[in-house]
Nanobody, 125 residues
Framework: QVQLVESGGGLVQAGGSLRLSCAAS????????MAWFRQAPGKEREFVAA????????YYTNSVKGRFTISRDNAKNTVYLQMNNLKPEDTAVYFC??????????????????WGQGTQVTVSS
């Protein structure tokens, strides 16, 4: 079993930055893929970024490439999402997710086994 706890959300002006953290506990998870998803009001949950923990390969949705960076600290069992140059359309609840296996390009929520409770990110214009 894996437990995921997100933190770091908040209110920021357009062009600003935030760093989200996802602390994992439970089973050792170096063989997992960890990802961030987001869900805006009235919209479906969408993939943002993923990282394969054993070799640090990453994958991003096009709308955040060059602005967001996903990283991990295995010693702390924590995955981060550094978000720069934030835009109002980035406003959403951000969720951390984990899946067993090595497929980095899993981009649908149903492909993930574990989820955090979410953290709100609001970007004002």
């Amino acid at each position: 079993q894996v437990q995921l706890v997100e933190s770091g959300g908040g209110l920021v002006q357009a062009g600003g930055s935030l760093r989200l953290s996802c602390a994992a506990s439970g089973r050792t998870f170096t063989w997992y893929v960890m990802a961030w998803f987001r869900q805006a009001p009235g919209k479906e949950r969408e993939f943002v970024a993923a990282i394969r923990l054993r070799d640090v390969l990453t994958y991003y949705t096009n709308s955040v490439k060059g602005r967001f960076t996903i990283s991990r600290d295995n010693a702390k069992n924590t995955v981060y999402l550094q978000m720069n140059n934030l835009k109002p359309e980035d406003t959403a609840v951000y969720f951390c997710a984990a899946r067993e296996g090595l497929a980095l390009t899993a981009t649908t929520p149903g492909q993930y086994d574990y989820w955090g409770q979410g953290t709100q990110v609001t970007v004002s214009s």
